[in-house]
């Protein structure tokens, strides 16, 4: 029997809501994998979802959603015992803030946690192009246990809409999770 996983998703103000919103669509039907979904986002994150999505969408999803300076959440402390963080679409500004561990908001501070307790940390990078500084902060979160997935959409399944390429991030970021979802595979 799989053990269910605990997640933590973090939605900040980068560009890429879509690529949130479709991970959270996913977790629905996977819920038998999942205990619980726990959602924290920026102020920039739902001002960002609202311009690019043109809704308010993020309201209605069943997942318990924490409050940027809630440091009393569950996640904040790694007693908690959540398995994996999910940073999607993950700020310039967040990861640098990580790689520094500077925990000035729970994001950060969870991110912290995960990594100190030798966790999953996936962080969906979404800027481009990366100056030095940003790659730098890649490679230290990297060499401090966490994954830097950048949301480089691949074409090889050949997806015939705005959704179906961006889906192709998301059921990366999944595989990446430890869960099991059908998705296209190369040659198979």
């Known amino acids: 029997m799989l053990k269910k996983k605990k997640i933590i998703v973090a939605i900040t103000g980068a560009s890429g809501s879509i690529y949130a919103k479709l991970l959270l669509d996913a977790f629905l039907k996977l819920e038998a994998q999942i205990d619980r979904v726990a959602v924290v986002m920026?102020?920039?994150?739902?001002?960002?979802?609202?311009?690019?999505?043109?809704?308010?969408?993020?309201?209605?999803?069943?997942?318990?959603?924490?409050h940027k300076m809630d440091f009393n959440a569950p996640f904040a402390s790694g007693s908690a015992k959540y398995d994996t963080m999910i940073i999607i679409p993950c700020s310039m500004g967040t990861i640098g803030?990580?790689?520094?561990?500077?925990?000035?908001?729970?994001?950060?501070?969870?991110?912290?946690?995960?990594?100190?307790?030798?966790?999953?940390?996936?962080?969906?990078?979404?800027?481009?192009?990366?100056?030095?500084?940003?790659?730098?902060?890649?490679?230290?979160?990297?060499?401090?246990?966490?994954i830097v997935c950048p949301a480089v959409p691949s074409f090889y399944s050949l997806p015939k809409t705005i959704e179906e390429l961006a889906q192709t991030v998301v059921d990366r970021v999944i595989d990446l999770a430890g869960l099991e979802k059908e998705s296209y595979r190369w040659n198979e």
């Not at 994150?45 to 069943?62: F, G």
């Not at 966790?119 to 990366?130: A, E, G, S």
């Open 42 to 66: 920026s102020d920039n994150a739902k001002q960002v979802w609202e311009t690019e999505l043109n809704d308010i969408s993020y309201q209605q999803y069943p997942f318990t959603f924490y």
């Open 97 to 146: 803030r990580i790689a520094h561990g500077i925990s000035n908001d729970l994001i950060t501070r969870a991110a912290d946690v995960i990594l100190k307790e030798r966790r999953k940390l996936i962080t969906v990078v979404r800027d481009t192009p990366f100056n030095l500084i940003h790659l730098q902060n890649m490679k230290t979160v990297t060499e401090a246990g966490g």
